[in-house]
């Protein structure tokens, strides 16, 4: 079935009256009539059946039937990403809703060319994402902020999982023991990380330190097997069948 | 120091004629000059460093100098993977790479579309990946074969990580207490497999069935997680820092 991410509140008899694009997604693309049945959700109400009951060429409305799931929310975690080249950042953004984080915070940093981002395109991508791996809410993209100015406004107790290019402890090691609660993981440029940022961020009481490897990844690649080490020591994968 | 995978064999003063792509890309891209240094590696003679010796606009040669690194090889760790769309699989195909896989095999399934791969361009992600990523050797890239047929020869010495979409043992505790030696990882195509692939699969006795969380993962997420895991589990991230 497929599945809409909505911004209504969604309870048993709601019209709802998705906006131009998703209409157009249920419609034109999806081949959606009037009589076929869509799951919504939007983050607070958990997941409803809905049956389209109207359908023009450009809109369509739907009535909300009964829920088929309750609300879930995912762990605490943001990932703190540098900007990379688009391509990259928007890969990042779609396996960031698909791995189960929270939000994603980009952040410019000395050796970051780029200083800005889409953030509404990002958003976008992420409800695609979040709605094709099946979660019940949508990881918020942040605006760019600067790392330094973050990290002094950094709220002690969420920790930070910073992924160290030159060097650290094997993750699940340095992550065993540890309590789960609050959670960034931090993946830095390209280039890599300044040696100032760098001093500054293992200094940090919050923060672990770990290594990704013997290899060098792409900022892509280091998110994604980051996500997916933390989801297994801390996260929801701890003992999770799929869906 | 930029870094070159060339076919040839690496000893002090051999001479390297590089192939007119990487020469263009030595001398047009990357704007090197003669007595320019690179790294030279070939999956056999480690790593050596070679000065750029002569160049005209469309090719340049290049003298072996000293040993750098000596040859080291990665985890023998196969990763048959669906064929999906292209992007997706040329993403596969670039992380296998930096996540230290020993080779991609392709496979047709019941409910892959595609049936064709461009290997060659495959092969030369590969390649570029290997550079970027700082290791000694270039993943092999398999012609693409049915999954089936791939089943009927296996040489049942290889452990296959079968990652089940319709649920399985989480991969930590799966992997936990088994051997290493020769691997294999398998990532279905995005419909997921049929069921009597999902039995034969079930049933086989060399097959470890892990569960990749409580998402539905793109075909190319699951494939950079479950590698990541495989790697912390038995492979070279078990105490590796990066170098």
């Known amino acids: 079935?497929?599945?809409?991410?909505?911004?209504?509140?969604?309870?048993?008899?709601?019209?709802?009256a998705p906006g131009m694009d998703a209409s157009r997604y249920l419609i034109a693309v999806m081949r959606l009539a009037i009589g076929s049945e869509v799951a919504l959700f939007n983050g607070r109400d958990g997941e409803w059946r809905a049956t389209v009951v109207d359908a023009d060429k450009r809109r369509c409305r739907l009535t909300v039937g009964s829920r088929i799931r309750v609300q879930e929310t995912g762990p605490d975690l943001t990932l703190v990403v540098a900007l990379v080249k688009r391509g990259r950042l928007e890969t990042i953004v779609e396996k960031a809703a698909e791995l189960g984080v929270a939000r994603v915070q980009p952040v410019l940093t000395r050796r970051?060319?780029?200083?800005?981002?889409?953030?509404?395109?990002?958003?976008a991508i992420a409800v695609e994402a979040a709605e094709q791996?099946?979660?019940?809410?949508?990881p918020e993209i942040l605006p760019p902020v600067k790392l330094d100015k973050l990290l002094d406004s950094w709220d002690a107790s969420r920790r930070l999982m910073f992924?160290?290019?030159?060097?650290?402890a094997p993750v699940l090691e340095a992550l065993s023991g540890v309590e789960g609660g609050p959670w960034a993981i931090l993946i830095g440029p390209e280039g890599g990380f300044a040696p100032e940022e760098t001093e500054r961020l293992r200094g940090l009481?919050?923060?672990?330190?770990?290594?990704?490897g013997p290899r060098i990844l792409r900022a892509d690649t280091a998110a994604i097997s980051a996500m997916t080490l933390w989801q297994v020591a801390l996260g929801d994968w701890l003992s999770a069948s799929t869906t």
């Open 1 to 16: 079935m497929i599945r809409l991410f909505v911004s209504d509140d969604l309870k048993a008899g709601a019209p709802i």
């Open 112 to 123: 970051t060319n780029a200083d800005k981002a889409n953030v509404e395109r990002l958003q």
């Open 133 to 138: 791996t099946g979660r019940l809410d949508v």
């Open 163 to 168: 992924c160290d290019e030159t060097g650290g």
């Open 205 to 212: 009481e919050y923060a672990t330190v770990v290594s990704l």
